[in-house]
């Protein structure tokens, strides 16, 4: 049963964000680490914080006026709808725990670690704490392909320091008992390799392959684990109503029609996986019915893109 954004909960988010907010920035921890990610602070002056503190009481508004539904893997909600996650059902509750308390961070070096992974503002007021996180993979302004300068009364010079960006929006909320997820792909994204969606992933191949065979299954397996863009896609696929009544020679009509790769369907009726870049989706598309022609110019589309398929 989804737990509403209240008002009484928007309140107090709200009170906390009148509070001096503090930045934390989350980093890819090394393979060797037990953590998913480093930690690291940064101090902010009040103009900065002022800002980030527009986006969060926005962002509670939201949540405020969203309908709250439970975690999902396989759907994706639109503005109006916003996943609820029990901290209790997160696979590391303990990171949760290490954003909305801050204080013993170390400092944020950009040199250090120029791959972010995500940053995010922390609110803390009277037992009330709210984390507004946003997924990036970088926060700093590439200045080695460029001339970046700056312009200050008529003049313009060299930029010599470091200057990061801030995406001005939330894609999830943490609380202590919560998440309140925005945007799932980037939930998949930072999370993909957590037990929760790992085995959701699994079901999900073996609900589609239950139908389809795979030859090559363990290379496709590994290349959705590693792709939170196709892990989304085969959730969505094994969803379809449709799946059941796919056979092998369907697929070879819809290849032969489309013109495409014949060598995706081998003589046994095997769907075969191949990982070039122009070739890794084609799997994912044929069976999430992507392959379309236009009555009005009698041409074939793929679906997502509407790019002609010859």
């Not at 009170?15 to 090394?30: K, Q, R, S």
């Not at 009726?269 to 009005?296: A, C, F, Q």
């Amino acid at each position: 049963m989804a737990v509403n954004f209240d008002n009484a909960k928007a309140t107090a988010v709200d009170h906390a964000l009148d509070a001096p907010l503090e930045m934390v920035i989350g980093t890819w921890a090394p393979p060797d680490s037990d953590e998913s990610f480093d930690l690291w602070r940064l101090r902010m002056e009040e103009d900065v914080a002022a800002e980030f503190r527009t986006v969060g009481q926005r962002h509670v508004r939201q949540l405020a006026d969203a309908e709250i539904i439970a975690l999902d893997l396989g759907f994706t909600p639109d503005d109006e709808r916003v996943m609820r996650l029990p901290i209790a059902e997160f696979d590391d509750p303990h990171l949760v725990e290490r954003i909305l308390n801050p204080g013993g961070l170390a400092y944020f070096n950009l040199e250090d670690h120029p791959s972010v992974a995500f940053h995010c503002f922390v609110a803390r007021r009277n037992g009330t704490r709210a984390g507004f996180l946003h997924r990036t993979s970088t926060i700093a302004v590439a200045r080695r392909n460029g001339i970046f300068a700056v312009l200050a009364n008529n003049v313009v010079s060299r930029l010599e320091t470091d200057v990061l960006t801030f995406a001005p929006s939330v894609e999830l909320l943490l609380e202590p008992d919560s998440i309140w997820i925005s945007n799932l792909a980037t939930f998949r994204s930072l999370f993909r390799t957590m037990p929760t969606l790992v085995q959701g992933m699994q079901a999900d191949l073996d609900a589609v392959t239950a139908h389809i065979p795979v030859d090559n299954l363990e290379e496709f397996r590994i290349a959705c684990s590693r792709d939170p863009k196709m892990m989304a896609k085969l959730a969505n696929v094994a969803r379809r109503p449709y799946l059941a009544n796919l056979t092998a020679d369907r697929i070879r009509q819809v290849i032969q029609r489309y013109h495409l790769a014949p060598e995706v369907l081998n003589a046994e009726g095997r769907l075969v996986h191949n990982s070039t870049p122009k070739r890794r989706w084609l799997i994912l598309r044929i069976l999430d019915d992507s392959y379309l022609e236009s009555l009005m110019t009698n041409l074939h589309y793929e679906a997502n893109s509407k790019l002609p398929v010859n």
